[in-house]
């Protein structure tokens, strides 16, 4: 699930990106950044039997933290949350760039099933976490606690997902003055055919940019105009 402008990129999984694999360390599934604070989505990976949920994110904030330690405690299992260490030299230099000298601050961390923190949160830079984890602590953390076994309530609620592949839709070509975007858009030729504009906000400098613009669907491509 692409978040804020990073749809403008990225298009949407389907049901059956979300799996958990089988391996000799245990069951390991993964959720990206804000895709952890889907609830369902959360659910389904419980309802797979996930063991190690490993959570890759940009977001730094000392909040993000209590997510995973929620998340440890409600699906019983260790979270691996991993995050990036990067200063301002780290980027590119025009001067428009205002960054403090830590852009983004890690907070690597380990948690159990009960929500010890077994390694992290790293703030101070590049580094490496480690921790030894016993996958018996799952087994003591949902005797007490099971989101998906004793404490659920499937006759009153139930959670319906569709693994499936789905058909994928068709990339569409998106000129914007000297850039060429490759979008995969969830409308179909049929349905862009139905849409006769959009409100577009542009972000550039601080400054906000209001257009108006048809896109104008021809084969394979969209052509933008202003």
């Given at each position: 699930m692409p978040t804020a402008l990073e749809r403008i990129i990225w298009g949407f999984g389907?049901?059956?990106?979300?799996?958990?694999?089988?391996?000799?360390?245990?069951?390991?599934?993964?959720?990206?950044?804000?895709?952890?604070?889907m609830p369902l989505l959360r659910m389904a990976m419980y309802a797979k039997g996930v063991e190690i949920y490993c959570a890759p994110t940009a977001?730094?904030?000392?909040?993000?933290?209590?997510?995973?330690?929620h998340i440890a405690l409600e699906g019983g299992c260790f979270v691996?949350?991993?995050?990036?260490?990067?200063?301002?030299?780290?980027?590119?230099?025009?001067?428009?760039?205002?960054?403090?000298?830590?852009?983004?601050?890690?907070?690597?961390?380990?948690?159990?099933?009960?929500?010890v923190i077994l390694a992290g949160p790293n703030y101070?830079?590049?580094?490496?976490?480690?921790?030894?984890?016993d996958l018996g602590d799952i087994a003591r953390a949902k005797f007490d606690f099971d989101v998906v076994g004793h404490y659920s309530r499937p006759e009153i609620l139930s959670l319906s997902v569709k693994d499936h592949p789905k058909k994928q839709k068709n990339l569409?070509?998106?000129?914007?003055?000297m850039t060429l975007l490759t979008w995969q858009l969830?409308?179909?030729p049929k349905e862009v055919a139905c849409v006769p504009?959009?409100?577009?906000?542009?972000?550039?400098?601080?400054?906000?940019?209001?257009?108006?613009?048809?896109?104008?669907?021809?084969?394979?491509?969209?052509?933008?105009?202003?």
């Open positions: 389907d049901g059956s990106t979300i799996p958990v694999f089988e391996t000799p360390l245990g069951k390991i599934g993964a959720a990206i950044y804000w895709e952890n604070k977001d730094s904030r000392e909040v993000w933290q209590a997510s995973m330690t691996l949350s991993a995050n990036q260490f990067c200063r301002r030299k780290h980027y590119p230099p025009p001067p428009e760039y205002v960054f403090s000298s830590v852009v983004c601050a890690d907070g690597n961390a380990i948690i159990s099933p009960s929500g101070e830079g590049e580094a490496l976490i480690s921790a030894d984890l569409y070509r998106v000129r914007v003055g969830a409308l179909t504009a959009f409100h577009l906000c542009l972000s550039n400098r601080g400054l906000c940019f209001h257009s108006i613009f048809h896109f104008i669907f021809n084969q394979s491509c969209w052509l933008l105009h202003f």
